[in-house]
């Protein structure tokens, strides 16, 4: 089986500064990566994927993933945050689309 | 505007009651799930269903029952034997967007047992 590893489970940062979010997964075979947001009392709203093909991935609100197979990795990134940008982050992945596996979460919480 | 709707949003019940969780899908995907989740746990698989009339146990199975009678719809129940039920309820569809998975995520429920 699978397992997804959220190192931090939370994340201060000030506004216009830039932010990672770590993840790192557990699988010996090929996999399907995603990144989630959660805003507080709704449902996780899809930032990007990764599937094949370029290791960088660009996803909405700015935001970007690389995949580093070697490292087993899947770390996200802004270059610069905004306010609106706070909330929790969630990585899942998923061998055959059948069941998919998450991490534990990263709170952002973004300073002004 | 095709989406995933939970009912209600906030439930609150008993201890020793069962309750039904709704979930209805308009994306015509064949695949649903029910997650938990806690508080900083992640999401955590209850049931899925990759077609109707068929269901698999997920990972923390226990005290819950679910049903796949049709496409849209993916009810969840969470009996009595729930030892812990206060949670908030997640459910998700699978399905194809230019010609890739993507997993949609409904708004949530709630459910507060006391």
């Known amino acids: 089986a699978q397992s997804v590893t959220q190192l931090d489970s939370q994340v201060p940062v000030f506004e216009e500064a830039p932010v990672e979010l770590r993840c790192n997964y557990s699988?010996?075979?090929?996999?399907?990566l995603f990144w989630y947001v959660q805003y507080p009392n709704q449902g996780l709203q899809l930032l990007l994927k990764?599937?094949?093909?370029?290791?960088l991935v660009k996803g909405i609100n700015g935001f970007e993933a690389e995949f580093n197979k070697s490292q087993t990795s899947f770390h996200l990134r802004k270059p610069s945050v905004h306010i609106s940008d706070t909330a929790e982050y969630f990585c899942?992945?998923?061998?055959?689309?059948?069941?998919?596996?998450f991490g534990s979460g990263t709170k952002l919480n973004v300073k002004p | 505007d095709g989406g995933i709707t939970q009912s209600p949003k906030y439930l609150f019940r008993k201890e020793g009651q069962n309750v039904t969780l709704s979930c209805e899908q308009n994306?015509?995907?064949?695949?649903m799930y029910w997650y938990r989740q806690d508080p900083g746990q992640g999401l955590r698989l209850i049931y899925y269903?990759?077609?109707?009339?068929?269901?698999q146990k997920g990972d923390i199975a226990e005290g819950y029952s679910v049903s796949r009678e049709k496409k849209e719809s993916f009810p969840l129940t969470v009996t009595s034997a729930q030892k812990n039920p206060t949670a908030f309820y997640l459910c998700?569809?699978?399905?194809?967007?230019?010609?890739?998975?993507?997993?949609?995520f409904g708004p949530g429920t709630r459910l507060t047992v006391t």
């Open positions: 998700a569809s699978t399905g194809t967007v230019e010609n890739t998975y993507e997993q949609y």
């Open positions: 699988s010996s075979v090929s996999v399907y």
């Open positions: 990764y599937l094949s093909g370029s290791t």
């Open positions: 899942a992945v998923t061998r055959n689309f059948n069941k998919f596996y």
């Open positions: 994306l015509n995907h064949d695949a």
């Open positions: 269903s990759q077609i109707v009339n068929d269901f």
